[in-house]
């Protein structure tokens, strides 16, 4: 498992940013861009058709994209030389947790360093994003929680002999992957150099799970105990037969959480 970090582009940054920007987007996804980005005017941007949205994206963040390219090049350097001094530790780290040799899997991620403050990953594609504003501390604990997903669906995949497509949202196996970064993220190998963890310091999932409440107890305690008594085969067997028993309550929490940004 190894990440190269790059800056690919401005194209690649309003492709990046337009995922986001989809008439079913809400609002705690799309809202991000005009916090970060005052000069762009969300409800402007919402009412555009979607073949206007490029073009009014390209004109806004040119000009900053111009300013900071030199520092999107720096932030690489940067970002490689943290996961570099770090790889071994991430690896050995999943390796156990996931069970599985990961030295030979995934040795060719790439993280994207763009303008885009939210940060997509495609799995088959094997790449992410990471918004530049990260220091390279902070990417690294980004990147710990992709790194995450990609082997958690590796051996999901290889488990339950599923299809990749399955696990994007809104599908409840991608709800499942985000909330269980937590309870990996748990061992101090790990821990120790995510500068968001814990909840404490903004925590490395989502918000929205960090204050989901199911049977009266927070859902991702809940995950980390069934994580530190099963292997992890069973641990995905048996936290998603969880999330499918109580998938009506995950939802509502999310629904009413994405309202807002």
């Known amino acids: ?3 190269t970090y790059t800056n690919p582009g401005f194209d690649h940054s309003v492709d990046s940013i337009l995922l986001f920007h989809q008439n079913d987007a809400t609002p705690y996804w799309s809202d991000a861009l005009s916090y970060f980005y005052p000069q762009i005017d969300a409800d402007m941007l919402r009412g555009l058709a979607p073949e206007q949205r490029r073009a009014y994206l390209e004109a806004a963040l040119e000009s900053v994209w111009h300013e900071l390219a030199d520092e999107l090049d720096s932030k690489a350097e940067a970002y490689n ?16 947790a996931f069970e599985t040799d990961t030295g030979v899997i995934f040795n060719d991620l790439t993280g994207n360093i763009t303008l885009n403050p939210v940060c997509p ?41 599923d299809d990749y497509s399955e696990y994007e949202t809104p599908s409840l196996k991608w709800v499942l992957s985000e909330m269980v970064v937590e309870s990996i993220v748990d061992d101090p190998r790990l821990a120790s150099i995510n500068p968001y963890y814990p909840r404490e310091n903004g925590g490395c999932v989502y918000g929205y799970f960090q204050d989901m409440v199911i049977q009266g107890k927070p859902i991702l305690d809940t995950l980390r105990e069934l994580y530190g008594s099963l292997s992890i085969t069973d641990y995905m067997e048996t936290s998603y037969r969880y999330c499918l028993k109580n998938e009506f309550a995950i939802r509502r929490h999310i629904a009413k959480a994405e309202k807002a940004f």
């Open 1 to 3: 498992m190894f990440v």
């Open 121 to 161: 990953r495609f799995l088959k594609a094997r790449y992410f994003d990471v918004f530049y504003k990260n220091s390279a501390q902070g990417a690294l604990g980004l990147s710990i929680h992709e790194i995450i997903h990609y082997i958690w669906f590796h051996v999901w995949n290889r488990h339950f002999g």
């Open 81 to 96: 030389r943290r996961f570099v001094t770090y790889h071994e530790q991430i690896e050995d780290a999943l390796s156990e």
